[in-house]
């Protein structure tokens, strides 16, 4: 059964940082490429960034460029998102999501899904 469990979320306040962790059981990541993506309340989910199964990265081209960075642990099967300079406008559900398809900024290509972890930025 192939799960994937996202954590780190909660309530900062702008210009924080905050490091999302994604823990994958059921496969392997060096065997899956691991996005993240983002809901906001009435808006679609989009794009964070994305971890491919070789090891190499896809940043956000939108809102988030230049603020994250996406890593790995092979040993604990375990994504991570490190988030900076965080503004009222990053609240949203963080969803972690695994796929083979190399179409990575696409959500629908995307197989197994988390649950998501509530980030809220806000004084």
């Known amino acids: 059964q192939v799960q994937l469990v996202e954590s780190g979320g909660g309530l900062v306040q702008p210009g924080d940082s905050l490091s999302l962790s994604c823990a994958v059981s059921g496969l392997s990541i060096r065997q899956y490429n691991v996005g993240w993506f983002r809901q906001a309340p009435g808006k679609e989910r989009e794009f964070v960034a994305a971890?491919?199964?070789?090891?190499?990265?896809?940043d956000s081209v939108g809102a988030m460029r230049g603020r994250l960075t996406i890593s790995r642990d092979n040993a604990k099967n375990t994504v991570y998102l490190q988030m900076n300079s965080l503004k009222p406008e990053d609240t949203a559900a963080y969803y972690c999501?695994?796929?083979?398809?190399?179409?990575?900024?696409?959500?629908?290509?995307?197989?197994?899904w988390g649950q998501g972890t509530q980030v809220t930025v806000s004084s």
């Open positions: 971890m491919r199964m070789s090891g190499s990265r896809m």
């Open positions: 999501a695994a796929t083979k398809n190399v179409m990575v900024t696409d959500a629908n290509y995307y197989t197994y």
